[in-house]
């Protein structure tokens, strides 16, 4: 468990003694929505108390924005929070709370060394404060503490740990932390290595003179790149979060970076390769058509006998047991230490990362899954193309490497360029995005 909420929850158990409490101003239904209904002890009293403050001054200075060294690369992250309906599956909506328009929220990427100076604005009409708790900080949200609508507020650390980590709402003072964040209050930072990232070699086999042999393949550090974050949604009826749902862990939705089956194919993809749009590879197909909507679902396509980066973040409450079916993961980093070489699963637990590294070697269709069978079958499960499988070059006349130069991969599972970041021949918009962000990435993106 993060040191950060090992901490916060043991002083939960002590937290009338422990903390300075404050009276809020806000209504329990406003904090957290009236669909609370547990009446589970611990959080309902935090709820009740207006949240927790913990003073803990020595152990968790900030570093004082004005002062900071000179030499230091200082990178901005402004979010602000909107809290909006956006769709789930089955043509429903959710009450989605979100950083800057978009679940997860965006991705930071900054180079080890670097000062984080991070801001977050509510705006006047938002429903209830917000916080933020970026775990690649090493001081908690305490200090930072809830944010009221129409005010916003700044903080800045050295991001010193190299890897992929969590960054989060804190809720009100931690009072309704579980329902912002499991309504998609989450986003993740890369902090890239100072040396860059180390290249990749992969152990095959060859025949030589009728003899099996090791054939060592290498890679250089360069990667095409993607993100994948992992989370769940627990709902009632009417789309509200329903925290009874969260502490029996019964899932209504497993999400990828904030959609279930974002990555399966969608209308076009039918056309292409079956010859017509409503013959559905995956059966599973939430927005079909022709109008490609932020929502409607893509593929994550890659080269083959490239090296595929793959930075994950289990931002949910359920372990991530990560497996790519047909392939088996080359090489899985956490911060800047190989803990696996060729292993079939990697398990991510909450609030945690790693960096996948895979070559696909043979051209095919790839499902990366969370190995959970409730998972998979609640949206856990997302389509890698690699090469061209289906032939498609011929049947188009063209000579493009891949389908990612045809039809591009997802705006969403693309991070942002890092120095041995291989740029993406064409990216389209996808991610679940309100209609107004939507908008904003269509003029950055030049769409
Ligand atoms: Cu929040």
């Known amino acids: 468990m993060n040191k950060r909420y090992s901490m916060l929850f043991s002083v939960t158990a002590v937290a009338v003694l422990a903390a300075t409490l404050f009276g809020s101003t806000y209504t329990q239904s406003q ?44 990178v901005s992250f402004d979010l602000y929070a909107r809290s909006a309906d956006l769709p789930v599956m089955g043509g429903k ?8 328009g978009q679940v997860p929220g965006p991705t930071l990427r900054v180079t080890q060394g670097d000062v984080v100076m991070m801001t977050l604005t509510i705006p006047e009409d938002e429903p209830t404060p917000h916080g933020n708790d970026m775990h690649a900080s090493q001081m908690h949200s305490g200090p930072f503490g809830k944010v009221l609508p129409g005010q916003s507020r700044t903080y800045c650390y050295v991001a010193e740990v190299p890897g992929t980590f969590k960054y989060h709402c804190s809720g009100v003072d931690i009072a309704g932390m579980d329902q912002h964040v499991l309504s998609g209050m989450y986003g993740m930072t890369i902090v890239d290595p100072i ?44 789309g509200g979060y329903d925290q009874s749902k969260m502490f ?53 396509f890659v080269e083959t006998g490239q090296h595929v980066r793959i930075f994950i973040e289990n931002q949910g409450n359920e372990p991530v047991f990560w497996h790519v079916v047909g392939e088996i993961i080359d090489r899985v980093t956490q911060g800047n230490v190989v803990q696996a070489k060729g292993t079939e699963t990697y398990e991510i637990g909450g609030s945690q990362g790693a960096i996948m590294d895979i070559v696909f ?54 991070p942002p360029m890092g120095k041995n970041s291989l740029e993406h021949p ?10 107004e962000r939507a908008d904003e990435l269509k003029s950055e993106l030049g769409l």
């Open 93 to 100: 909506t959710y009450k989605a709370m979100t950083f800057s």
């Open 361 to 414: 070697d043979e051209p095919g269709v790839y499902a990366a899954v969370n190995h959970d069978y409730a998972a998979i079958f609640t949206g856990a499960a997302s389509i890698f193309v690699a090469g061209d499988p289906f032939g498609l070059n011929e049947q188009l006349g063209t000579n493009a490497a891949s389908y990612a130069d045809l039809l591009g991969n997802p705006s969403d599972a693309v």
């Open 248 to 300: 029996k862990h019964e899932t209504t939705y497993t999400v990828v970076n904030g959609m279930s089956f974002g990555y399966v194919p969608n209308a076009n993809h039918n056309k292409l390769i079956k010859g017509d749009a409503n013959k559905n590879i995956f059966v599973v197909q939430p927005w079909n058509g022709d109008e490609l909507k932020q929502y409607q679902s893509q593929l994550l």
């Open 31 to 74: 904090v957290v929505g009236s669909t609370l209904t547990s009446s589970s002890s611990m959080s309902q009293t935090i709820h009740e108390m207006g949240g927790l403050k913990l003073v803990m001054p020595q152990a968790f200075a900030s570093l004082d924005c004005d002062k900071i060294e000179e030499g230091r690369n200082v």
């Open 426 to 435: 064409k990216i389209n918009l996808h991610g679940l995005y309100t209609d």
């Open 195 to 238: 040396k860059g990232y180390k290249p990749l070699s992969v152990d095959k086999t060859a025949v030589e003179n009728g003899a099996v042999k090791i054939d060592r393949k290498s890679y250089s550090a360069d990667a095409r790149e993607f993100t994948l974050q992992y989370n769940q949604l627990y709902l009632d009826d009417e």
